[in-house]
């Protein structure tokens, strides 16, 4: 009886150890994407970032000291429309010449139990930097883990459609963006 | 010229110029705004566009209903057997394009990504998915029905005008509202 009640007690500190010794942080790019949704004429439609780098690490045991930066290459846009991916590149939209890259830098996660966390860092799109809270939940299976949520940006707060196009009744002030990211583990050094 | 022509009832009169202008707008409106550059305007001319396209539609499926059960005034004898054939064939060609234009407009939108959205309240089903090959095939197949639709359209004004200027019948007021002619 002695020896099996230690045996459960050694069984929960190798658990632990295990826990705190698996950190995620092999993005698997292949498997990720970032994606959006937006209105126009309230026609819903989606897009994506086809090319996309992320670095991210995180450790289930110390969620405090996760990073995360998430760079998307403007210029890779799909915007669900082949006459919207030839002008949405352009000063208007975007200007990918001036700000070929628009990136996401983590500043803080936060724990809301089990599974589901919350995401604070800086989104710079097109020069503009703002703050943004996300909401994101995290499941593992073994060494794989997949990151998943969505928020909302204004588009005019980050100066995305000038001129004609800050006109909100055809294209809607709103995008979602929505991102899944798959991180393999590495054992963490000690 | 004594015979007094059976006119249509009032319902399907204004279903027929109901259709009729439209189409009128819708037509040049297609061709107007595919050659726009992107632009917010482009985004509603669109939008407009295939909202009068529906609309078309509805109107469309309510007529046919209409007529199944509505006998329209049956063609004087004055107009002779052959005519009376070409008649009914263009008439029936017209019905099938008036479903067929606006559908296939709805599957084209469909197959590009554009989901229709009526009146920008009320989104309709795709009817595909999303597929760029399709959405271009569908393209040249919604531009060609509304070309033969405006053949169409041309052969049924020039048997107005014929009837009106050279057998001088009275044919035409049949679809035109009541005291409106003589």
């Not at chain 1, 230690?6 to 498997?31: D, P, R």
């Not at chain 1, 429309?81 to 001036?98: E, I, Q, R, T």
């Not at chain 2, 249509?8 to 107007?32: R, S």
């Not at chain 2, 309709?124 to 169409?152: A, R, T």
Request: charged residues 15%; contains cysteine.
């Amino acid at each position: 009886m002695n020896y099996l009640r230690h045996a459960w007690l050694l069984n929960l500190l190798l658990l632990c150890s295990q826990v705190s010794a698996v950190e995620f942080k092999q993005v698997q790019t292949n498997e990720s994407s970032v994606t959006f949704g937006y209105k126009q004429m309230n026609v819903p439609l989606d897009g994506k970032f086809n090319k996309f780098s992320a670095q991210i690490a995180f450790d289930p045991a110390k969620v405090a000291n996760a990073q995360a930066r998430i760079e998307m290459d403007v210029a890779s846009i799909d915007t669900g429309s082949a006459d919207g991916d030839d002008a949405v590149v352009g000063k208007l939209w975007f200007n990918a010449k001036a700000f070929p890259s628009a990136t996401f830098v983590s500043t803080g996660l936060k724990s809301l139990g089990g599974n589901r966390y919350e995401a604070s860092g800086k989104l710079t799109i097109k020069g503009k930097t703002q703050n943004i809270v996300a909401p994101v939940t995290f499941q593992a299976a073994a060494d794989r883990g997949v990151f998943e949520g969505s928020f909302i940006i204004k588009r005019l707060d980050y100066a995305i459609g000038e001129g004609e196009w800050t006109d909100l009744g055809t294209v809607a002030n709103e995008i979602q963006i929505k991102f899944h990211i798959v991180v393999n583990a590495t054992p963490s050094k000690k | 010229m004594s015979t007094t022509t059976e006119r249509y009832n009032n319902t399907a009169i204004a279903l027929h110029w109901l259709i009729a202008l439209l189409i009128f707008a819708a037509f040049p409106l297609g061709l107007y705004m595919s050659d726009l550059k992107l632009s917010p305007t482009k985004l509603q001319l669109f939008s407009y566009h295939k909202w009068i396209g529906i609309s078309v539609l509805i109107l469309v499926v309510v007529r046919v209903i209409w007529r199944a059960t509505h006998r329209p005034p049956a063609l004087p004898n004055s107009i002779s057997k052959l005519q009376q054939i070409a008649s009914h064939v263009v008439h029936g060609f017209l019905y099938v394009l008036l479903f067929a234009v606006p559908v296939s407009g709805w599957l084209m939108s469909s197959a590009k990504g554009f989901q229709t959205v009526l009146f920008g309240v009320l989104p309709l089903p795709d009817l595909v998915g999303k597929d760029k090959e399709l959405g271009h095939l569908l393209e040249g197949v919604h531009q060609s029905l509304n070309y033969i639709l405006l053949l169409l359209v041309v052969l049924h004004v020039a048997a107005l005008i014929k009837h009106r200027f050279i057998d001088k019948d009275d044919i035409l007021t049949r679809m035109l509202p009541e005291g409106k002619h003589k």
